[in-house]
Structures are given as structure tokens and as C-alpha cells.
């Protein structure tokens, strides 16, 4: 697969499957099975693996577009691509002594049959992920773990989660190790429902593990390397995954309210609202400048991780904290221009509103990543 038919693959999916029931799943809460189905028959789950697992062997540039793309005709969708990007990634980086084991999983992801996601975030430490509050415990070879996952994209319809936990022998707030549960495994639950303001579709419940057992082979990172491994490959992924996921929640409100300022009529007049209200036409171009300023953002993070260099770790930070603000603000600003149609929910706009608000609250929230950028730059520690 190219670049090109991967963004031909998913615009077809994005038509066919996503766009005729985002606005039904999100009113019901519903996880879009046909929609994971769909992008694993179309060979886009094994998107950044190696050929040798099946994979296609594709990097950021087009992981950018594509979740673009699904997050234009549904972000619940695109988040959940997002999350199982990055479980697959992380899988795919684990230490070379797992790597026999993990064989068959990916290979199971290149085909198209295995969904994965990140289960980090933890009712104890919050938006704070980076520091666990679950330890893993020797248990054999092996570990034993009990942890409560606040927020887990994906819950009960993942077929694997990568789980982080204090190592057994952790001695500070970061020293997690990474590890992989099957979604079968003895302990792991659904803990609860998932009814959020946004991204009502994508199944973020919370997850429960008692006193699971975790055999050497499914520990992904050495004892206490899982916070290198969040930094290294998870954060720029996930960075560049939610601005994607923002940009094309953009991309849908300036097509949505340009379509409206161009058919809903001021019958009195004659004229069209886009037609009779400069007001309007002004909110709709400022919408259109901050879109393409995203997406110019976004390129310009893609060609840093193509080709990395000191500069690279703090366009990951910004372009994920200004991902947030933009979508937030052009979705707001399409709720404006759209008036009560908007609020009555007669559009989209509204459900693009919702989603809009998620990447600033995912972690590391915007506040974070405020705070890591200007640490960073004043040369004080971040953590
Ligand atoms: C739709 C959705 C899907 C998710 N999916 C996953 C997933 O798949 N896996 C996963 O691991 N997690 C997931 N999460 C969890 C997410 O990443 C965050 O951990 C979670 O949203 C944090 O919420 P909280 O209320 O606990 O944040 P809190 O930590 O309580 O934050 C509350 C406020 O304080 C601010 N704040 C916190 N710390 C600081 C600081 N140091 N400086 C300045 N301000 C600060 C925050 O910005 C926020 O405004 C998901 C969340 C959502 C909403």
C-alpha cells in the first residue's frame, strides 16, 4: 500500500461506512464495529507496521492523513484508530526478548483481525500518566497486577491493551514498566459505561485488572523503561494523532457551516444567510485561515519526524496544545454562524463541537503541555 490508496482506502471507508452513522452511534454511544472491520479488511490497522508482520510499512505523513480523514466524517472512529496505532507501535518496540511471542499479535494486526489500544491513564494520578499508581508484583517469570484504568478507548471491544505499572522494584513516580493484556486475560473488566460529552462512540470506559497475571513474554519494556517508551514512541504519535483528529473536525465544521450559509435562506430577502451576512462570511473565512494554519502545522510536525532534530520534541508539545485550541475555537465558531439550527441539532455541528473539546482534555491536557513547553524553554525540569 501508498500513500495515495491508503488515503483512497480510507476517503472510501470514511463514505461508505462512517459518514451514514456517525450522527446514530453518537447519539446511542455505539462502538462502530463495521467501521473497525471495514479499516482492518482495507489492510489500514497494519498501517505503520513492517511488511514482514503484513504491515505497509507507511510513517507518520500518512498516519496524519488518514486519521484526518476518518475524524472528518467521525472522530469517535478516527480516536479509535489513534489509540490502536499507538498499542501497535508500542507492541511493535518491545524488548527483543518478547519479540517471538508478540509475533503472532502483530501478525494478527497486519492482517487486519486484532484491535489494540493504551489502558495509562489511572484514577489515582489522573491526567498524570506518566507517573502510575498500580505496581506490578514478582510473580514467578512473571508479574501479578491489579490497577484501576480510568479512561480506556476501546474498552470491551480491544482485543489487547498496553497497560503501564509502577515495576516491582520502581523506586520513583516513573519508573513504570509496559505490558500487554489480551483482552481475555483472568481479572481484566469493563468497569463501567462510557457517556461522554464527546466521542460518545469510541468506548472509553474504564478497566479494572485484579490481580492479573502477565507472563514474561507479554512485558513489553524493561522494568522501569516504560516511561522512555511512553516519551519516545507514544507521545509524537499520539500528538500528531489528536491534531490529526482536530484537523479534521475542522475540516467538517468549515464544510458544514459553508454548506449552510450557502442553503439555509433569509426567504423574506432573497437572499441566502451567506449571501445577506458579512458577519457570517468573515466567521466562516477566519475558520478557513485557522484550518489550514492546523494543517500547515501538522505538515511541518510530519517533517520533523521525518527527519528529527532538537527542535523536534517541542513542535510534538505545541502541535498537540494548539491542535486543541483551534478545534475547539473553528467548531465554536461554527456553532456561532449556525445559530439555532446548530444548537437545535439540526447539523452536525454540534456533535463536531463535543468531539472538538476531547483532545484538550487527553492527556498530556493542554494545561501540561503548556507548562512542559515553557519549563523547557526557561530550562527547568519537566517532571
Ligand atoms: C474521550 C477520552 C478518551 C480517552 N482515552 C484514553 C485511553 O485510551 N487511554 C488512556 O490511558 N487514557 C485515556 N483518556 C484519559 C485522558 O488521557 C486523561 O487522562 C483524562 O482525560 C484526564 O482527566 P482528569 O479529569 O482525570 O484530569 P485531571 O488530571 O483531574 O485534570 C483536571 C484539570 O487540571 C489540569 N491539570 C492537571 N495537571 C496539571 C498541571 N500539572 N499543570 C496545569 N494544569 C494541570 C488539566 O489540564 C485539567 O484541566 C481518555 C480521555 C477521554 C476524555
Same mark, same amino acid.
Request: proline share 5%; net charge negative; charged share 15%.
Given at each position: ?125 489522573? !491526567? ?7 505496581? $506490578?508484583?514478582?510473580?514467578? %517469570?512473571?508479574?501479578? @497486577? /491489579? #490497577? +484501576? ?126 449571501? !445577506? ?7 466562516? $473565512?477566519?475558520?478557513?485561515? %485557522?484550518?489550514?494554519? @492546523? /494543517? #500547515? +502545522? ?86
Amino acid at each position: 500500500m501508498t500513500h495515495d490508496t491508503a488515503l483512497l482506502k480510507t476517503t472510501e471507508i470514511a463514505s461508505r461506512v462512517l459518514a451514514s452513522s456517525a450522527a446514530q452511534n453518537d447519539k446511542a454511544g455505539r462502538f462502530s464495529t463495521e467501521a473497525i472491520e471495514s479499516l482492518g479488511e482495507s489492510g489500514l490497522l497494519g498501517l505503520l507496521l513492517p511488511v514482514n508482520v503484513g504491515g505497509s510499512a507507511l510513517g507518520p505523513r500518512t498516519f496524519a492523513a488518514v486519521t484526518a480523514t476518518l475524524a472528518e466524517a467521525d472522530a469517535s472512529v478516527a480516536m479509535i484508530y489513534l489509540m490502536h496505532i499507538l498499542g501497535a507501535a508500542t507492541i511493535l518496540a518491545a524488548r527483543p526478548s518478547a519479540a517471538q511471542a508478540l509475533a503472532p499479535i502483530l501478525r494478527e494486526i497486519g492482517a487486519g483481525r486484532h484491535l489494540s489500544t493504551l489502558a495509562f491513564s489511572e484514577a489515582g494520578s489522573r !491526567s498524570h500518566f506518566w507517573a502510575p499508581i498500580s505496581r $506490578a508484583h514478582r510473580n514467578g %517469570d512473571g508479574v501479578r @497486577l /491489579s #490497577a +484501576r484504568k480510568s479512561w480506556v478507548t476501546s474498552a470491551g471491544h480491544a482485543h489487547s491493551y498496553v497497560v503501564s505499572a509502577l515495576a516491582p522494584e520502581g523506586t520513583g513516580p516513573t519508573d513504570s514498566t509496559l505490558y500487554l493484556l489480551k483482552a481475555d486475560t483472568p481479572g481484566l473488566s469493563v468497569a463501567g459505561p462510557w457517556d461522554g460529552l464527546g466521542l460518545r462512540a469510541n468506548a472509553s470506559s474504564p478497566i479494572a485488572l485484579e490481580d492479573c497475571h502477565i507472563p514474561p513474554d507479554f512485558q513489553l519494556t524493561e522494568d522501569s523503561a516504560g516511561f522512555p517508551a511512553m516519551l519516545n514512541v507514544v507521545l509524537p504519535l499520539f500528538c500528531l494523532g489528536t491534531a490529526a483528529v482536530g484537523l479534521g473536525l475542522c475540516r467538517a465544521a468549515v464544510a458544514g457551516t459553508a454548506s449552510h450559509l450557502k442553503n439555509a435562506k433569509f426567504e423574506h430577502l432573497g437572499q441566502s444567510l451567506g449571501e !445577506s451576512l458579512p458577519t457570517l462570511r468573515a466567521q466562516l $473565512a477566519t475558520m478557513q485561515i %485557522d484550518t489550514d494554519g @492546523l /494543517s #500547515a +502545522r501538522i505538515d511541518d510536525l510530519v517533517e520533523h519526524l521525518e527527519k528529527p532534530r532538537d527542535t523536534t520534541m517541542l513542535r510534538v508539545l505545541e502541535t498537540k496544545a494548539a491542535a486543541g485550541d483551534v478545534a475547539i475555537s473553528v467548531t465554536s465558531a461554527a456553532m456561532h454562524a449556525c445559530g439555532g439550527a446548530a444548537f437545535s441539532k439540526h447539523l452536525s455541528i454540534e456533535r463536531l463541537f463535543r468531539d472538538a473539546h476531547a483532545g484538550a482534555v487527553m492527556a498530556p491536557t493542554g494545561d501540561v503541555l503548556r507548562e512542559f513547553i515553557a519549563k523547557s524553554l526557561l530550562g527547568m525540569p519537566l517532571f
